[in-house]
C-alpha cells in the first residue's frame, strides 16, 4: 500500500525534467514508429526570423484613445495578445557535429543544474518580488495579444522559441519563453561578451522609444545588481545595472531599460498590431550560457517584472496559454494573452494552483499521486523509475551506464514498444494522462525514459517535454491550470 501525499508540482519549461508523475488506466501506450519517439528531428531554422520589421502598421495614437473609450463604454475585456513559438534545431546541431543523441544529452545535462537552482531559489526567495496589490489595469482591450511559437530544436536545444518585436522602429527576435523565470532581455550593443545569436543584436540606439530604467525606479529594486550592493549615486539619473542567472550557469548582466513591444491582436475575424509601451527590459552587454542562437529570453513566471504580469498589470490580462509543437518539429504553434477562444476544447481539465509561499515566480500545483501502469507509486523519482523497471524487465533488455537517463532499453529492430502508462493525479481529483512518446525517448536504437531526479525537497517539474501536444492554460483570474490533449502543429 503506497501512502499518497499532497506534493508541491513545478510548473516550468524543461526538456525531460519531470518527477512525479501519474498513469491513468494499466493499459500500454504503444509507440508508433513514426511518432516523434523516434528521436528529436533537428528541423531547418526558421530564415524569416532575421528579417527586421513588422507586417501590419502600428494603431495610431488617437484611435487607441477611441478604442479605450469604446471599451470602457462597452465592457469589452482585454484583448489576448497571441505570440508564436518555434523549437529550435537542427541545422545549426548538423553545422556543430552534433549528433541527435549528443544534443538531447547536453539539453538533459543542462536540465539538471538548473533543477537544483530552481530549488535554493525557490527555498531562499523573499516576498521582495511579490507585486503590488490592489493596481488596476492602465486601460482595457477588446482584443487577445497572440504571438509564434516555435520548438527551438533547430539551434540545439530544448526549449520553445517565440517571435518578438521590440523598439521603434520594430526589430524582430527570437526569443526563449520560460515560466520559470521572470526577467525579459535581449543581448544589446554594445556587446562586450555575448553569444552567438541568429540576425543581428538590438541596438538601443535605433530605438526612439528606449530609455534607461533609474537606480532610484522603484523597478530597480527588482533585480539583482552585479556586486555586493547596488551604488545609486543619483536616483533620477544614474542607470539600474542588473545580474541575472540561471541554473546551468548562464547568465545576462547589463542595464534595466523600458522599451515598446510590438505585439499583433485579434478579435473576431479582423487582426491589427498595438505597441505596448514602457516594458521593463534588460538590456545585456554580458550574456554567456547555451541560448544557441536565441536573441534573449521572455520571462514567464509569476513576479511583477515578467512579460506576462506587465501584460496584465497593463491591460488586465488575467490568463495566457499555449500549445508546444513536437520537439523535432519544424511546424509554429501561438501563444495567447487573454481569453483563448480559438484553443477551445472540450476534454480540458483544470487543477488549481497552489499558494505561492516562498517565490514569486514559480506555477504551483499540488499532486497526490503519480500512476505507473494503473498503480499509485511514492511521487518520487527513484519510486517513478523502479515502477518502470519492475514492469518493463520482462520485455526488453536494460541497456546499463547510458549517459544521464536511466532507465535505458535495447529496441533495436522494435517499430512499436510498448511502455506502462504515466498520469498525474492532482489533489483535487484532476488527472493529467500522458502520451509514450511524452515520456520516453529514442535515440539510435534505446529508449530512455525521459525524467530526472530532483533533490529531496517535496517539489517537483512538468517539464516541456511531457507538455508537448497539450493546449495549457494559466487561468490566473480562477487560479487554475487547464489542459487538454492536442495536436498544437495543425491549430
Known sequence: MVKQRAVRLLLVF????????????GLLNKLNASS????????????????????????????????????KQSGNLSPSLKLHMTHRATAEAAASGK????????????????????????????????????????????ERMVATVASGVAVGSGEYLVDVYVGTPPQRFQMIMDTGSDLNWLQCTPCHACFPQRGPVFDPASSSSYRNLTCGDARCGLVSSDGPTRQCRRPRAD??????????????????????????????????????DGV????????RGLFHGAGGLLGLGRGPLSFASQLRAAYGHAAFSYCLVDHGSDAASTIVFGDDDDLAHP?????????????????????????????????????????????????????????????????????????????????????????????????????????????????????????????????????????????CAEM
Not at 524543461?14 to 488506466?25: E, I, K, N, Q, R
Not at 520589421?53 to 502600428?58: E, F, T
Not at 543523441?101 to 526567495?125: E, F, Q
Not at 521593463?280 to 550574456?287: E, K, Q
Request: charged share 15%; proline share 6%; hydrophobic share 40%.
Open 280 to 287: 521593463v527590459l534588460g538590456c545585456g552587454h554580458w550574456n
Open 99 to 142: 549528433t541527435r543523441k549528443d544534443s538531447i544529452l547536453d539539453s538533459a545535462n543542462k536540465d539538471a543544474g538548473r533543477i537544483a537552482t530552481i530549488h535554493r531559489r525557490a527555498a531562499s526567495k523573499s516576498g521582495k518580488h511579490r507585486a503590488t496589490a490592489g493596481s488596476s489595469p492602465r486601460r482595457a482591450l477588446s
Open 347 to 487: 476534454h480540458l481539465n483544470y487543477t488549481a494552483f497552489s499558494p505561492s509561499s516562498t517565490s514569486d515566480t514559480f506555477y504551483y500545483v499540488q499532486l497526490q499521486a503519480v500512476l505507473v501502469g494503473g498503480e499509485p507509486v511514492n511521487p518520487a523519482y527513484g519510486a517513478i523509475r523502479q515502477a518502470f523497471v519492475d514492469r518493463m524487465a520482462a520485455a526488453y533488455t536494460l541497456v546499463p551506464d547510458f549517459p544521464v537517463l536511466s532507465p535505458c532499453y535495447n529496441v533495436t529492430g522494435v517499430d512499436r514498444p510498448e511502455v506502462p502508462e504515466l498520469s498525474l493525479l492532482f489533489a483535487d481529483g484532476a488527472v493529467w494522462d500522458f502520451p509514450a512518446e511524452n515520456y520516453f525517448i529514442r535515440l539510435e536504437g534505446v529508449m530512455c525514459l525521459a525524467v530526472l531526479g530532483t533533490p529531496s525537497s517535496g517539489m517537483n517539474i512538468i517539464g516541456n517535454y511531457q507538455q508537448q501536444n497539450f493546449h495549457v492554460i494559466y487561468d490566473l483570474q480562477s487560479n487554475r491550470l487547464g489542459f487538454a490533449p492536442r495536436r
Open 36 to 71: 516523434p519517439l523516434f528521436g528529436i528531428e533537428f528541423p531547418p531554422f526558421n530564415t524569416a526570423v532575421a528579417d527586421s520589421g513588422c507586417d501590419g502598421k502600428l494603431v495610431a495614437a488617437a484611435d487607441e484613445v477611441e478604442e479605450e473609450k469604446q471599451n
Open 14 to 25: 524543461f526538456l525531460l525534467v519531470v518527477s512525479p508523475f501519474l498513469a491513468s488506466a
Open 239 to 276: 542607470p539600474c545595472p542588473y545580474y541575472y542567472w540561471y541554473g546551468d550557469q548562464s547568465n545576462t548582466t547589463g542595464d534595466l531599460a523600458l522599451e515598446s513591444f510590438t505585439v499583433n491582436l485579434t478579435a473576431g475575424a479582423g487582426s491589427s498590431t498595438r505597441r505596448v
